[in-house]
T-cell receptor
Framework: GNSVTQMEGPVTLSEEAFLTINCTYT??????LFWYVQYPGEGLQLLLK?????DKGSNKGFEATYRKETTSFHLEKGSVQVSDSAVYFC?????????????FGKGTKLSVKP | NAGVTQTPKFRVLKTGQSMTLLCAQD?????MYWYRQDPGMGLRLIHY???????AKGEVPDGYNVSRLKKQNFLLGLESAAPSQTSVYFC?????????????FGSGTRLTVV
């Protein structure tokens, strides 16, 4: 079945460091791919998305490119801030499911130190 | 701009007690979902609904029931709570199939069963 694998955390970085959180997927067809962010004590918020191969999603300085050849959707940011500390979830649309619900990775916790 | 509202935010139940979690959305979304979030497990789909009067099982439906009597509301019921149901529950809504839309999440309900 469809699945998402993301790097295990926690990831601890210093402010202004470069961030990469790896995400790979297994899917039939051509799913849409998403990154969600969860700040402490809150629900998940959509960070960015890409709906077809080679698309690049971007938002708030974060970027991810839909790579069909490597089945990946890695999240990157050039210079992280303390306010980026959160849990990040990679997800894909389950086109094989009856109603296309999202399948989530297990999440990667990011801590940014001043 | 309420979005998705979950009530209650916190609850402690004794084993065997019952309760209902309420999810309300004001975006006229057709699709609604209930997920549970557990450490190291990511988000797992419990039940979902593709419109008023419809419900369907997700990945982990046992021990839960749902109802969607009104388009804007999606209720999650626990008839006889068990400690294994201690979790954070998230409701989400969407305009439609996930190829082009993301979810809007509520802020969650933290449930402890003792």
């Amino acid at each position: 079945g469809n699945s998402v694998t993301q790097m295990e955390g926690p990831v601890t970085l210093s402010e202004e460091a470069f961030l990469t959180i790896n995400c790979t997927y297994t899917a039939t067809g051509y799913p849409s791919l998403f990154w969600y962010v969860q700040y402490p004590g809150e629900g998940l918020q959509l960070l960015l998305k890409a709906t077809k191969a080679d698309d690049k999603g971007s938002n708030k300085g974060f970027e991810a490119t839909y790579r069909k050849e490597t089945t990946s959707f890695h999240l990157e940011k050039g210079s992280v801030q303390v306010s980026d500390s959160a849990v990040y979830f990679c997800a894909l649309s389950d086109l094989g499911g009856s109603q296309g619900n999202l399948i989530f990775g297990k999440g990667t916790k990011l801590s940014v130190k001043p | 701009n309420a979005g998705v509202t979950q009530t209650p935010k916190f609850r402690v139940l004794k084993t065997g007690q019952s309760m209902t979690l309420l999810c309300a959305q004001d975006m006229n979304h057709e699709y609604m979902y209930w997920y549970r979030q557990d450490p190291g497990m990511g988000l797992r789909l419990i039940h979902y609904s593709v419109g008023e009067g419809t419900t369907a099982k997700g990945e982990v439906p046992d021990g839960y029931n749902v109802s969607r009597l009104k388009k804007q509301n999606f209720l999650l019921g626990l008839e006889s709570a068990a400690p294994s149901q201690t979790s954070v529950y998230f409701c989400a809504s969407s305009q439609g199939r996930q190829g082009n839309y993301g979810y809007t999440f509520g802020s969650g309900t933290r449930l402890t069963v003792v």
